[in-house]
């Protein structure tokens, strides 16, 4: 099972940028759909972006869309989330996650993730 640790999280203000990265031990990322969740205080976990590996493919909910990228770096096992003009709505817990032999057709759904990391905390906040 790929291991998963998320970090880049912080406080910062509207219209300030953060770039999170997702580490992947053990394993390569080849055959994995890799996607960004968040959670906030009291809200459902609700997927961000996902990443699909076996053409490149991505998905961005609407609320970030425009805003967030994210990316790989197959040589570091690497995946980012580059998140720009963050929101005070943004302020959540960001996890990355995997699902082994899957693809992406949206930003997928928790229970369609089978790896978890630990999470980052972004607060944004003026």
């Known amino acids: 099972q790929v291991q998963l640790v998320e970090s880049g999280g912080g406080l910062v203000q509207p219209g300030e940028s953060l770039r999170l990265s997702c580490a992947a031990s053990?394993?390569?990322?080849?055959?994995?759909?890799i996607g960004w969740f968040r959670q906030a205080p009291g809200k459902e976990r609700e997927g961000v972006s996902c990443?699909?590996?076996?053409?490149?493919?991505?998905y961005y909910v609407d609320s970030v869309k425009g805003r967030f990228a994210i990316s790989r770096d197959n040589a570091k096992n690497m995946v980012y989330l580059q998140m720009n003009s963050l929101k005070p709505e943004d302020t959540a817990v960001y996890y990355c996650?995997?699902?082994?032999?899957?693809?992406?057709?949206?930003?997928?759904?928790?229970?369609?993730?089978?790896?978890w990391g630990q999470g980052t905390q972004v607060t944004v906040s003026s």
């Open positions: 053990k394993f390569t990322l080849d055959y994995y759909a």
């Open positions: 990443f699909s590996s076996s053409d490149g493919s991505t």
């Open positions: 996650a995997t699902a082994y032999g899957r693809w992406c057709d949206g930003v997928g759904r928790p229970t369609d993730f089978s790896s």
